[in-house]
Nanobody
Framework: QVQLVESGGGLVQAGGSLRLSCAAS????????MGWYRQAPGKQREVVAT???????NYADSVKGRFTISRDNAKNTVYLQMNSLKPEDSAVYYC????????????WGQGTQVTVSS
């Protein structure tokens, strides 16, 4: 079993930056991919960025060039550096993890609120 705990959310002005962290505990040796999703009020949850155990990354078009996902396997932590934030980035951000061999995101964090004011 894996537990994911996010931190780093908050209120920031447009154009500002935030760094989200997600610490994994438990049987993390079974984790392959990790990712960040977000959900704004009235909208579906959407993928923001993903990273494999080997460091390959993918980003949603809306955040390319502004957000950077990274992971520190020694600390069992994945990060999301968010720069040039826009009001439309406001959402609850969730960390997710996919066990080796899984085809779906199995483990989820509790979410952290990001609010960008205009």
């Amino acid at each position: 079993q894996v537990q994911l705990v996010e931190s780093g959310g908050g209120l920031v002005q447009a154009g500002g930056s935030l760094r989200l962290s997600c610490a994994a505990s438990g049987s993390f040796l079974t984790i392959n991919d990790m990712g960040w999703y977000r959900q704004a009020p009235g909208k579906q949850r959407e993928v923001v960025a993903t990273i494999t155990s080997g460091g390959s990354t993918n980003y949603a078009d809306s955040v390319k060039g502004r957000f950077t996902i990274s992971r520190d396997n020694a600390k069992n932590t994945v990060y999301l550096q968010m720069n040039s934030l826009k009001p439309e980035d406001s959402a609850v951000y969730y960390c997710a993890a996919k066990p080796t061999g899984a085809t779906t995101w199995t483990y989820w964090g509790q979410g952290t609120q990001v609010t960008v004011s205009s």
